[in-house]
């Protein structure tokens, strides 16, 4: 018996002596930043000047004289020049998936004169080769223009005369120049008929190149122009996420689109294989079938159990926590129960009974397979006959735990609230009304703008709770934007559109963004703070954004984006720690010339 434990004793003694050798010879910090305002969202330590971090995750928070302590050899060290320090933007609904041809856009996100968005169309359409058409997809908004005004048809035709046009507005209308319309056949039958399709015709009963209609009608047009190859869709990419990092984004889930799983995924794995996928990015599945009526919770199953098996969680990325891990189902879980969020259209009102159905029939498959899901509703008018079903549902097949939540939820009740919380579920909304607000207005009224949606009960009543973009096409992808409003209570066209009372302060509105969605990925123990053992991700902001004028927050912008404890944007003095991205492809891409956003280039 001696003898045994005199051997485990030698055997045990070299691999100690091997563990503090490794110890000694990986002291210190990989990375410090110092001389900054750190806004922590730590309630245990709200403040703080320096961090250090360690295999991509912070470990230590504290003074200048603290921090700088742990210093040795191979410390990168980062003078932040006393600027704001916040924990990196969480998106919590994006698709940045369903935006393949990104390269492929001429980004309006943030122009401020109609007269100079008309002006990048020009100048675009001289670089666009015969066959590729000039497009605006989204994520801008007429009442951002200082003319507060959409395009004419005959300002579009001047600006874009020889190359077929398409300027995208939401999901609500899109106007097409000639060249464009004859492309795609309208007026016969060579052109989809998607219901709910409307095309406007002049006086003489022609055609003038404006169509209203749903998220079905753009998704079609999408499949109707040139596609990008796949390495111009793997530029897109890497370009869209760019784009992100600029605001200090550090992680968001993807919700889904056109291109379903596995085949978006093999355009995340090319950069994932080679760790240059520059934001974390879990997803949740959506499949859309190839056209027709389609059971989509049925093609759901079918994708993660027998063609490509994947189970709820499992993470895609080799090394990247949240990488590209699986978060279930989602956001549009049936068609025909889908509320287009078009607010200048009357609210899409479904049959309760439709609703009550679906969710007994098809949402029972996901409770019970434990498969976590997110459903697009926007007005509460379909949320009670959603949530009617999902009760009875949890009567027999307990949701216990199961983490779901309804994205958009605008015009939610106090009652459905507490039906939520009661379910455990959560609520991702969104910032569209930034945008969009003043045609809610003329829709609805601005009474019921005020409160819309909820956002001063939905923080107080403790539910799970993010804000979201859902950019790029129903909104834009700059976060700020939505901060502002929330903070200001004022739309792009400067309208006041939130009540007072209806207000957040400007810490409650920046933990939307941060630590709230956190939960919606299930990582609330390592995400959204600036805390040891949280994951290492944070951006130094161009501003202070806690004491910047209310007029100058949608600006703010990133000097420095860190992503796992690895710089992933620099700008200003912090430029050249930026990484080099590969050449944009294509070559003529409007992204190279006016970046992603106004400003950017």
């Known amino acids: 018996m001696i003898r045994g434990i005199l051997i485990a004793f030698v055997t045990i003694l070299p691999f100690s002596a091997i563990q503090a050798q490794s110890t000694q010879n990986d002291p210190g910090a990989d990375l410090i930043v110092f001389n900054a305002k750190i806004f922590t969202g730590n309630r245990a330590q709200p403040e703080a000047s320096a961090l250090a971090v360690k295999k ?47 390269n492929y856009n001429v980004r309006w996100d943030g122009t401020p004169t109609l007269r100079r968005a008309l002006t990048m169309l020009s100048e675009q359409a001289e670089r666009t080769p015969e066959g590729q058409w000039v497009k605006v997809i989204g994520g801008w908004s007429p009442y951002q223009f200082e003319e507060n005004r959409f395009p004419t048809i005959d300002e579009l035709h001047k600006a874009v005369p020889n190359r077929p046009l398409i300027v995208q507005y939401a999901y609500n209308r899109a106007f097409l120049n000639k060249r464009a319309m004859e492309v795609l056949g309208i007026g016969t039958d060579r052109f989809p008929k998607v219901p709910g399709t409307e095309f406007e015709r002049d006086s003489r009963g022609q055609y003038t190149g404006v169509v209203h209609g749903n998220t079905w009608l753009f998704l079609a047009l999408e499949t109707m122009v040139p596609q990008p190859t796949f390495d111009e869709e793997v530029s897109s990419l890497i370009y869209s996420i760019r784009g992100l990092n600029r605001f200090g984004v550090t992680s968001i889930i993807d919700n889904g689109g056109r291109w379903e799983y596995p085949k978006a995924q093999g355009r995340v794995d090319v950069l994932a294989r080679d760790n240059r996928l520059n934001v974390r990015m879990p997803f949740v599945d959506l499949q859309l079938g190839k056209g027709g009526p389609v059971n989509m919770v049925d093609l759901e199953l079918e994708a993660i159990t027998k063609t490509a098996p994947l189970s709820p969680g499992q993470n895609l990325h080799p090394t990247l926590a949240h990488g590209h891990e699986y978060r279930g189902a989602g956001e549009v879980l049936n068609g025909e129960v889908h509320d287009h969020e078009n607010f200048d259209r009357p609210a899409v009102i479904i049959e309760p009974e439709k609703m009550r159905r679906f969710v007994e029939q098809d949402v029972r498959k996901l409770v019970g397979r434990r498969i976590p899901f997110r459903m ?134 920046l933990k939307l963004f941060t630590s709230g969605p956190a939960w919606f990925t299930n990582a609330e123990s390592e995400m959204g703070l600036i805390a040891p053992g949280n994951l290492a991700d944070f951006a130094i902001l161009d501003r202070d954004y806690f004491s910047v004028p209310e007029d100058q927050i949608k600006s703010v912008s990133s000097v420095l984006t860190i992503m796992d404890g690895k710089v992933v944007f620099g700008a200003q003095d912090y430029s050249v720690l930026s990484p080099k991205l590969p050449e944009i492809l294509p070559s003529w891409s409007p992204v190279k010339y006016f970046g992603s956003y106004y400003g950017d280039n």
Do not use: C
């Open 56 to 102: 991509g995750r912070i470990y230590s928070v504290g003074s200048d004289g603290d921090i700088l302590g742990l210093k040795q050899s191979e410390t990168k060290v980062i003078d932040a020049r006393s600027r704001r320090l916040i924990p990196g933007i969480v998106d919590a609904h994006i698709h940045v998936l369903n935006d393949m041809a990104y």
């Open 376 to 509: 697009h509703t926007t007005y509460n008018e379909n949320i009670s006959p959603f949530l009617d079903a999902l009760e009875k549902v949890n009567e027999t097949i307990p949701l216990d735990g199961l983490r779901w939540s309804l994205e958009h939820a605008e015009t939610i009740s106090p009652e459905n609230i507490d039906r939520v919380k009661k379910l455990g579920g959560g609520i991702a909304l969104d910032a569209k009304m930034a945008l969009h607000a003043d045609g809610f207005i003329k829709t609805h009224s601005r009474e019921e703008a005020l409160s819309t949606p909820r956002l001063r009960m939905l923080v107080d009543s403790g539910i799970p709770l993010a804000m979201t973009t859902d950019a790029f096409r129903a909104a834009t992808f700059n976060p700020w934007v939505g901060i502002s409003w929330m903070v200001s209570g004022k739309s792009v066209s400067g309208s006041e559109v939130l009540a007072k009372d209806n207000r957040l302060s400007r810490a409650e509105a």
